[in-house]
Structure formats: C-alpha cells, structure tokens
C-alpha cells in the first residue's frame, strides 16, 4: 500500500466512511479526523491555563494560542482563504495548456483540492513548510495528491522525510518550503504579546477605572469587617455601575481613571501593523491604519492592489515554484495559480474555485 492510500485510508476514517469493517492496518494508529492534526495537547494546556488562571508565557507557542490572536485569523484568512479559492493551472510559456492535469481539480481522496490548498497555506504560515503525499501512474506522473497534517510527519537532520515513523520515498512525496519561517518561529513573542494586550484591554473594559484608593481623612469608627464591606461595595460598583457611598471622613481617589485609553486604541492598532508586516499584508486590509492616513476609498484600493499583486504572489510563488519542477510537470510547462479573477478591473462574483 502506497503513502498515499495509507493516508487516504486515514482521511476516509476521518469522514466516517473509509475501514468498512476492515482493520486497521499495523501502521495506521490514529484516523486523522481533522485537518488540524493532533492539537488536542496543545488545547489542553490552553484550557488549563484558562480554568487554573495560568499566564501564557508558560505554555508553547503553538497554532492553537496563535489563532486566538485576531490579527493573526485575518492573516491567515486572507492569505489562505483568498489564495485556495483559485485552481491551479498548468501552462505552456504563457498560455494555458488545453489539457489539464486532472489532479488539479480533482482528487479521490477525502479533501478536495481547495480543502488540501488551504491547509498547505496555513502550514506555510505558521511553520514554514508543508509536505503532500502523491500517487503516480506507471509512467511517474502525478496522478493525485493529498496534504499531509503538520504532525504527521517531520524532517530529520539528515534531510529524510519520515511519515507516520516510516520514511517516505522521494516519489511519494512532495515537499513545500515557504517564503519565511512560520509565525511560530519568528514571532512567538509577539503571540505571547498580543495576548497581552488583549487581556488588558478586556480588564480595562469591565473596569474602566482600574484602580480606586479609599482615604480616611479623620478617625472613623469604622471596624475592620466594615472597612472590608465599604471596599466591596465600591468594587461592585465599579464593576457593574451603580451609587456607593462614602461615609463621614472617607474620600475617594482614582489614579487609575486618569491612564490613558488611547494607549490600548493605539497599542491595538499598532499589533495589526506588525502582524501586517509579518505576513506582508497590507495595514489596509488588517484594518488597521498607519498613522499618517486615513483609510480612504484610495488607500483600500491602494491595498487590494498592493494585496493582490504583492502579498498574494508573496505566498503563491514557492507553491507554484515547487509544482513546476520536472517530478510534477513535464519539461516546458510550469503550473500557477489562476488569479486572473481576482487580479482584473473589475472582478465578478462568481468562485472561480475548482470542484472536487
């Protein structure tokens, strides 16, 4: 049994459809149910550091805390989002090759083409490499291809490809190397400071004023149990609105009602500019604004330019590189994306996706 029905096998069991019955060969331990692969370890620590109030900082960087960052889910929606919804198509110089490889549109395996795009995208995104697992007919060509879960595999030091803790052979595979090194890699602090940032703003909107001080001015005779009520009538107060009041010689200060909001309008909008330039996207399109512009009819169009014509081709470029070489394509021709669609005047409405 090849790579590829190995994970076909997998994909179908996902799909609730594949053993029929059968037995699971000796080598399949796990039906791969989801594209993600197998993130339950790294949600787990997510969702202990939510119950036991754990700070980030000491749980990995993974995919999982990274799409809880906003910035992060636009960036990855309009770059893989954008980009699956084109087919891929074979050309000759620069005309299109009237017979297509039928692999491009269409596979036998339980995720469709734009489905396996998609998800190699997002591995470029946040790792920087993918891997898919190819079938070939008798004469060495690609006759389909599945996108292999992130942690379905791994590269060794010794630059062998090992799938599901078996190495694969070069003609089973075929290996994608990003533009960059993954999110993962290069910008895990600023997960952790995003992160940041968006626990302070939550803290501040469910108390606008972070901090009160009660002050006795003259001696009260307030007991200590007292003093403890007094306090916890003002914090209820701060918290859900309302009237406290304050008795004979007690003042109320609030150092913390004069910190400046615009430091998390601007912090926030700041984060979408560096995630921005992490994945070289538009500011424009991340909705965030430079500090010198407004977001004008000129500027969104100046970033849809700047979206389609840099940033698209930024990410499409090595997928359509590696797809090009002489073990996918024969000698002369060269496979791309169509993006035809997206880059005319005026674009319509129709997915020009390819079907399954």
Known sequence: MGLLDRMRWAVSLGRGDGARGAAAPPWQNAALASPFGGSSSSLAGIVLADVFGLNEDVIPVTRDLAMRVPGVVKSRALIAGTLSRFPLKQYTGALEDPAQPAWLSRTDTGQSPQVRMLWTLDDLLFYGTSLWATQRDSSGQIVDALRIPWDEWELTDDLEIIVQGAPARADEVLYFEGPQEGLLDIAAGDVRASLGLKRAWSSRVRTPVPLMALRQTVDSPLTSDERKELANDWDVARRQGGTASLPFGWELDTPGADSPADLFVEGRNAERIDWANYTNLPVAVLDGSPATASLTYSVKGDARAELVDISLVYWAAPIAA?????????????????????????????????GD
């Open 322 to 354: 590696r797809l090009s070489l002489d073990d996918v394509t024969p000698a002369g021709t060269r496979i791309d994306f169509d993006i035809t669609w997206l880059s005319g005047p005026e674009p319509g409405t129709a997915n020009p996706a390819a």
